[in-house]
């Protein structure tokens, strides 16, 4: 017996049989004698319909309103399914965010949670009831409806696991687990049975979007056991916890590569000191994040080129302002480039051994992939290629790695 909080992804409550299929999953673990309390996302394409619609009058719209209005999608689903389990002869109740009481701040559509009473649901849990929640919305203290920001049902998911001491967090989704890699572009990926939040964090942030970060980074700060599923096809799914013994024989666990950055060099700066705040002072202070960075002088000393990387939307408005800025740096150029990848290699695994990064720069250089930029953490190693190596670089390290191949148990 064990209290479980399962989330089920707008896909997995698209339809009134897919619905179904949700209740009937919830009455096996009935069934075997668990507690259940079940976090719900808004049928697939429905918020963006919501918002389309607040768009066509107000554009952007007031953010109060517009939580008031996506809350709504949430809503739907949340009765079908609590009435879906009363047929079934399972009690079962459905509740708002702002029913159960998950207090948030009063940020309109990216609210951040306060503190969950759990009253409500204990009662009901007691009394032997599924409880059925509205995920990605809560409740200000004065008494507006929040939303958590885009995929936010994973983090009430998550945020309600912790608060009840859940055993696990089950996060159902269309894909039935977290992999080594993008299946579309390596076909040999392969699913892991468990990740760390370290690198689970590394994965979403660097482009693997299975999971709302804040999710992931909520987990691992109250230490929610996570597990990523397939709510279509039954399996075990990605364990998402903290590092064990079982864990250090693989090196690397996943290959993200992201394609939202893009490249600037600021080239020929005299390279005195205050050089390279000279160049990225403009930048933060116009709100731009930078990723990598690069800098390299030239043989005689005299000027560096300066390169890094900022999120594609940032890109034009980050160059103009160097360009702008150009003559008062003393720069000889300024250049920019969107077409780029940064290919990640993760693993806690790198942390206790050396010879990970040539191995990476081996597979690529045998490829002929020319690698602009490198950063390094303690768990993950990252480049810069041209875009159009994408794939081939991907498969490449994939098969470097032998990340086709489940590490030896
Ligand atoms: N329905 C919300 C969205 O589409 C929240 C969620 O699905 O997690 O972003
Ligand atoms: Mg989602």
């Avoid at 896909?11 to 049989?17: D, L, Q, R, W, Y």
């Avoid at 996570?226 to 399996?235: A, K, N």
């Avoid at 709100?287 to 990387?309: H, P, R, W, Y």
């Amino acid at each position: 017996m064990a209290l479980i909080v399962q989330k089920y992804g707008g896909t997995s409550v698209g339809s009134i049989e897919r619905i179904e299929n949700v209740a009937n999953k919830v009455m096996a673990f009935r069934e075997r004698g668990d507690d259940v309390v079940v976090v719900l996302s808004a049928m697939s394409g429905e918020t963006n319909r919501l918002i389309d619609l607040a768009k066509a009058i107000q554009n952007p719209p007031d953010p109060r309103e517009l939580d008031m209005l996506v809350a709504t999608g949430e809503q739907v689903t949340i009765a079908l399914l609590a009435m879906a389990l009363k047929k079934r002869g399972q009690d079962a109740r459905s509740y708002t965010g702002g029913q159960v009481r998950i207090l948030t701040d009063s940020a309109f559509n990216k609210a951040r949670i306060l503190e969950i009473d759990e009253g409500n649901i204990r009662r009901d849990l007691a009394a032997g009831r599924v409880v059925v929640v509205a995920g990605f919305q809560g409740v200000d203290e004065q008494g507006n409806i929040t939303t958590l920001g885009r995929g936010g049902s994973d983090t009430t998911g998550v945020a309600l696991a912790a608060a009840l001491k859940a055993d696990e967090c089950q996060i159902y989704t269309d894909v039935d687990g977290v992999y080594t890699t993008d299946p579309r572009v390596v076909p040999e990926a392969r699913r892991l049975d468990r990740i760390t939040f370290e690198e689970m964090l590394e994965m979403a942030s660097l482009g693997s979007k299975v999971l709302q970060i804040r999710s992931v980074e909520f987990a691992g700060k109250y230490n929610v056991p996570l597990r990523v599923l397939s709510s279509m096809q039954d399996g075990p799914g990605t364990l998402i916890t903290y590092e064990d013994e079982g864990m250090e024989d693989a090196l690397i666990s996943g290959i993200a590569f992201n394609r939202d950055e893009a490249q600037i060099t600021v080239q020929g700066v005299p390279d005195q000191p205050g050089v390279a705040y000279r160049i990225l002072g403009p930048i933060g202070e116009a709100n731009i994040e930078v990723d990598m960075i690069v800098q390299n002088t030239s043989a005689d000393g005299s000027t560096t080129d300066f390169t890094f990387t900022v999120h594609r939307n940032d890109y034009d408005k980050a160059l103009a302002l160097l360009k702008k800025h150009a003559g008062a740096m003393g720069a000889r150029e300024v250049k920019g480039d969107s077409k780029i990848v940064k290919l990640s290699l993760v693993g806690v695994g790198m942390r206790s051994h050396a010879g990970i990064a040539s191995t990476m720069f081996e597979a690529l250089a045998k490829e002929g992939i020319n690698i602009r930029m490198i950063s390094t953490s303690e768990i993950k190693i990252s480049v810069v290629v041209d875009e159009k190596y994408l794939e081939l670089g991907v498969r490449a390290l994939h098969s470097a790695f032998k990340l086709d191949q489940a590490p030896a148990a």
